[in-house]
């Protein structure tokens, strides 16, 4: 049972779009990210996204490849500059859950769950990467599974 951190695609700019949706270059490589989880046999019970746009887009996008059972749906508390420890108790760790969101919150979250300080970082988010943390039950102890990224660099 897994935990899917995923940094929204790449968005256009707010002088471009106020409501900032994704860019053409995001949507294709969210697309992509999409489609290697599906053919690593990525099983998601349920995706969430910030209320922002681009994280709506992506996480829709990543719904139609990944089909989760429980659906997509929008949720509070996973904004930029929302506080991690507010949601970390909610989180179930044989939930199977994507959570679609924006930095630095993702990265603090990741950074928190598996060294207890949402300050160090311990994992770089790419726009539509995806993060898989799983907990060892026994060391009550959460930590990277793998991780997928649109660029090698």
């Not at 256009?12 to 490589?29: A, F, I, Y």
């Not at 489609?35 to 998601?44: D, F, L, T, Y």
Request: net charge negative; aromatic share 6%; hydrophobic share 40%.
């Amino acid at each position: 049972m897994s935990l899917y951190l995923v940094q929204h695609g790449k968005n256009l700019p707010k002088e471009e779009s106020p409501d900032q949706p994704l860019s053409e270059t995001g949507r294709k490589e969210v697309q992509q990210m999409a489609s290697v989880a599906r053919e690593h046999g990525v099983k998601v019970k349920r995706i969430e996204h910030s209320p922002k746009l681009r994280a709506e887009e992506t996480a829709r996008i990543m719904g139609q490849e990944l089909k989760p059972v429980e659906g997509v749906q929008e949720r509070e508390g996973i904004k930029a500059l929302d506080d991690v420890t507010s949601i970390v108790s909610q989180i179930d760790p044989a939930g199977d859950i994507m959570l679609i969101g924006h930095l630095p919150f993702m990265e603090r979250l990741a950074s928190y769950l598996v060294a207890g300080d949402q300050e160090l970082l311990t994992v770089k988010f790419q726009n539509g990467g995806i993060v898989c943390l799983d907990k060892d039950m026994e060391k009550d102890a959460w930590y990277f599974k793998w991780m997928f990224m649109p660029h090698i660099n």
